[in-house]
T-cell receptor, first 110, second 111 residues
Framework: DAKTTQPNSMESNEEEPVHLPCNHS???????IHWYRQLPSQGPEYVIH???SNVNNRMASLAIAEDRKSSTLILHRATLRDAAVYYC???????????FGTGTRLTIIP | DVKVTQSSRYLVKRTGEKVFLECVQD?????MFWYRQDPGLGLRLIYF???????EKGDIPEGYSVSREKKERFSLILESASTNQTSMYLC??????????FGSGTRLTVV
């Protein structure tokens, strides 16, 4: 499975945008980019996913580099409830397995 | 919304006991997964199942087995619990292109 690299931790101020980076230089053409987050004492929850084009949903935006070797999860206006561990994961098309790394621990400063 | 329910939130068992962790999903999904989560190691896949009575080993299956007798239920079994199996156990159901819905987890302590 192709691997992803994320910073161990990040901090951001409340009500400001947050950009969470992910490198995946060995991504293949059929790999989807998924983002999950894990709030304290809960299981991971789906945030967003994409293949080639940028994606938006009610939770976040996903910006994918043109060469697909990196991506950025964008939280447009961070709240204290966004404090969580964020995982960037590659999923091969047709394969239902997800391989998690250790993610980025996001701290929101009031 | 899909619901994945793990029967116990916290569990304390003795070394050598046989332990059953239960997981139920309510959406008739075929693919279900068991992960364990440990500090600094992230989530690691133990076993998964893509249909009733079908199972496949994940990355760390040693010391575990699974049972899938009905589509909605996927059980993780620790045949003889050991202290190094103290962990958070997470069950997930594959919901489609978006990926997984996870349960809230079972924190197992083996003493």
């Amino acid at each position: 499975d192709a691997k992803t690299t994320q910073p161990n931790s990040m901090e951001s101020n409340e009500e400001e945008p947050v950009h969470l980076p992910c490198n995946h230089s060995t991504i293949s053409g059929t790999d989807y980019i998924h983002w999950y987050r894990q709030l304290p004492s809960q299981g991971p929850e789906y945030v967003i996913h994409g293949l080639t084009s940028n994606v938006n949903n009610r939770m976040a935006s996903l910006a994918i580099a043109e060469d697909r070797k990196s991506s950025t999860l964008i939280l447009h206006r961070a709240t204290l409830r966004d404090a969580a561990v964020y995982y960037c994961i590659l999923r091969r098309g047709g394969n239902e397995k997800l391989t998690f790394g250790t993610g980025t621990r996001l701290t929101i400063i009031p | 919304d899909v619901k994945v329910t793990q029967s116990s939130r916290y569990l304390v068992k003795r070394t050598g006991e046989k332990v059953f962790l239960e997981c139920v999903q309510d959406m008739d999904h075929e693919n279900m997964f068991w992960y364990r989560q440990d500090p600094g190691l992230g989530l690691r896949l133990i076993y998964f199942s893509y249909d009733v009575k079908m199972k496949e080993k994940g990355d760390i299956p040693e010391g575990y087995s699974v049972s899938r007798e009905k589509k909605e239920r996927f059980s993780l079994i620790l045949e003889s619990a050991s202290t190094n199996q103290t962990s958070m156990y997470l069950c997930a159901s594959y919901t489609g292109p978006e990926g997984y819905t996870f349960g809230s987890g079972t924190r197992l302590t083996v003493v």
